[in-house]
């Protein structure tokens, strides 16, 4: 019975140690996959940094196998204690919830792999909020020239299969032979098991719990992603968000109340206002000194449009020729920037002159659904423009319409309102059409007008008529359906140029074209500039502006105090943004934002700054990072004002009155 018992310790163990080795063998081949769809062909990285990555990505590996082994230990008991009375009830308790466990962790390893190409991040806790979108995402993420789902979804089922078949081989070898009670080895083993795997969890033996923070072992922003498991990613990113929630947005600050607005009105330095409350240090009575124009108001929105293909800009491929020709024509803001990396951000921005928040987007924020912000709509509204939002697609998506309407928009066009025939791509109607019915819309509106359209034809799956496709050999791999994309929406937005040059109230309009972000490239740092750097371009075929070109840094906060610079007059406002016609480049800033990360630009310098990370500065044009000295020091400070102030005014709702 001794001997019997024994073995039955080694069993036991030789079981989850089979079980660890499997788990692990999966996450290398998901490492080895992840490689293979998404390592950056314009980045150099040597080899001992790549066999690096796997060493340190083993203790974030580790950690997720631990979690899964303290599971599935306490199964094994439940197994253990059933088995007796019968094996087959005992044996499906422990393999169909072990089995949807891995099955779990596999998808999200191998699914990860589109997701980090599409975004440049590893899967996070903002995936939650589109649960409700499943097509969209899908089409999202899985839309690579060279992507092939039934790739990814062979490989999660024969490595589950796998791990089914290894699982019920090696519980029968335990079965009913020993008793589990009578044998104090035994327990001991279990309990031996459920300890290693509390403190794989965690990270180690050491004090410190284990953060994504260790997964920073190179300067090769990309092989540091690489290192950090995405169920990780996933679970710490949702534990951190819900401990913000549970705090009411905690935030570790630097300045108090009153040195945040002293800070902050320095940083936004608008000589023309009047500021009229200590609750909101930006509530202000703005007098542009000009006299009041009632010009209509178009913004385009222009989807994924970044400076980086906009031949206006500079760009090494040109996919933009109508507007380089409208650039010409107009004031082309050269430094100019997204605040974050999605649409619902931009939206937002673009809207109602609010910085993006770290954790979640206004337009989904719960406190900014109580109060209005000051916004160009409302503000608009107030003088009399009748105001729009016109959308190919869903407008519910990101709760946009809800926001919009909150926040000054009384008519929301949005896909419902097309023919069925005019939704021919995945995410509603293809630009050409939007700017169709808009011309129709804009003709029958009473002025003056406000009019936000936003374009979607540049966003994956990027499905657009073959007719218009610029690339038809796939010259540029999985870029290739892009940058069609990209190009199409160029040709859509000179289609609608040409049509709106030939109405009567189109002499009287402001036309202000801008991107909601833009979207991933490769890049060593933690914050890619590339990623943010969009156009601005004010236009107005009644010749309102000067064509000149302005490289003033600047950001989508700007566009309301800028757009009502134009039209003149006083005007109530909590703008994070100035007018740009009349700032100075020394008082000019963007801010970004990013996931975990967070910085300001000024003029070619970045300041990035992180949850747990040491601030570091970066030249722009040399691609390096500088000494530390004054100017971080000074950054640090305008980047911790913007992230503790936009914190504080969202868990507060002071972002109002």
Not at 162 to 175: C, D, Q, S
Not at 407 to 428: A, M, Q, Y
Not at 500 to 517: L, P
Not at 624 to 630: I, M, P, Q, S, T
Request: aromatic share 16%.
């Amino acid at each position: 019975m001794l001997k019997n018992n024994q073995n039955n310790c080694f069993i036991i163990l030789k079981f989850f140690i089979k079980q660890y080795i499997y788990l692990y063998f999966m996450m290398v081949i998901s490492r080895i996959y992840f490689l293979y769809r998404t390592f950056p062909k314009e980045i150099k990285i040597p080899k001992e940094i790549i066999y690096e990555g796997f060493k340190v990505g083993w203790i974030f590996d580790n950690s997720i196998i631990g979690s899964f082994t303290v599971i599935t230990s306490l199964l094994f008991i439940i197994f253990y204690i059933l088995n007796k009375k019968n094996y087959r009830v005992a044996k499906n308790i422990y393999i169909i919830p072990t089995s949807i466990l891995f099955l779990i962790i596999c998808s999200l390893s191998f699914g990860n792999v589109e997701y980090f190409r599409e975004f440049g991040f590893n899967v996070n806790s903002s995936i939650l909020n589109y649960f409700g979108d499943t097509n969209e995402i899908v089409a999202t993420f899985f839309s690579g020239n060279d992507y092939n789902p039934i790739t990814n979804l062979s490989i999660i089922l024969i490595l589950t299969i796998g791990f089914i078949k290894l699982t019920k081989k090696n519980l029968e070898k335990i079965n009913l032979r020993f008793d589990f009670f009578g044998n104090l080895k035994t327990m001991v083993s279990i309990l031996v098991i459920i300890t290693l795997g509390v403190f794989s969890s965690r990270g180690g033996f050491s004090e410190a719990v284990l953060d994504w923070g260790r997964g920073y072992y190179s300067e090769y922003s990309y092989m540091n992603q690489f290192a950090i498991n995405p169920i990780f990613s996933l679970g710490r990113s949702y534990y951190n968000l819900k401990k913000e929630q549970r705090k009411g947005r905690a935030l570790e600050r630097t300045f108090s109340i009153d040195e945040l607005k002293y800070n902050i009105r320095e940083i936004v330095k608008d000589q023309q206002a009047q500021y009229i409350s200590d609750k909101n240090p930006l509530l202000r009575i703005t007098d542009t000194k000009k006299n009041q124009e009632n010009y209509n108001v178009v913004i385009v929105l222009m989807e994924s449009f970044m400076s980086k293909y906009i031949g206006a800009q500079g760009a090494e491929i040109d996919l933009t020729p109508n507007f380089n020709k409208l650039a010409k024509e107009g004031v082309l803001f050269n430094n100019f920037y997204a605040t974050g990396t999605r649409s619902n951000r931009g939206v937002a921005s673009v809207t109602v002159s609010y910085p993006s928040p770290k954790v979640i987007s206004v337009t989904k924020e719960f406190t900014a659904g109580q109060k209005a912000f000051y916004s160009l709509p409302k503000i608009l509204k107030e003088r009399g423009y009748e105001t729009s939002f016109i959308y190919g697609g869903d407008a519910e998506f990101d709760n946009m319409a809800g926001f919009l309407k909150l926040n000054g928009v009384d008519n929301i066009i949005d896909e419902k309102n097309f023919s069925k025939d005019d939704k021919t791509i995945k995410w509603g109607v293809p630009d050409n059409k939007l700017f169709e019915k808009t011309i129709d819309y804009l003709n029958n509106l009473k002025k003056p007008f406000f009019a936000t359209i936003f374009t979607l034809s540049n966003h994956a799956p990027y499905d657009i008529d073959s007719n218009y496709k610029l690339f038809k050999n796939n010259e540029f791999g999985e870029l290739t359906n892009r940058l069609n994309a990209f190009h199409f929406a160029d040709i859509a937005l000179g289609e609608f140029i040409e049509k709106v040059k030939k109405q009567e109230w189109a002499k009287n309009t402001i036309f202000v074209f801008v991107a909601d972000h833009g979207f991933k490239t490769d890049s060593n740092f933690d914050l890619n500039w590339e990623n943010f750097k969009i156009p601005l371009l004010l236009w107005s075929p009644g010749n309102i502006f000067n064509p000149e070109i302005k490289d003033i840094t600047s950001s989508q906060v700007d566009i309301l105090p800028t757009v009502m610079g134009v039209l003149g007059g006083a005007y109530k406002n909590s703008s994070w943004g100035k007018n740009l016609f009349t700032v100075s480049q020394e008082s000019s800033y963007a801010y970004i934002v990013q996931n975990n990360f967070y910085g300001v630009i000024k003029d070619n310098l970045l300041l990035i700054d992180g949850d747990g990370v040491k601030p570091k500065l970066v030249d722009m044009k040399k691609g390096e990072y500088l000494e530390e000295g004054d100017l971080l020091n000074k950054l640090h400070q305008v980047t911790r004002t913007y992230l503790e102030l936009e914190t504080y005014q969202l868990k507060n709702g002071t972002f109002a009155d």
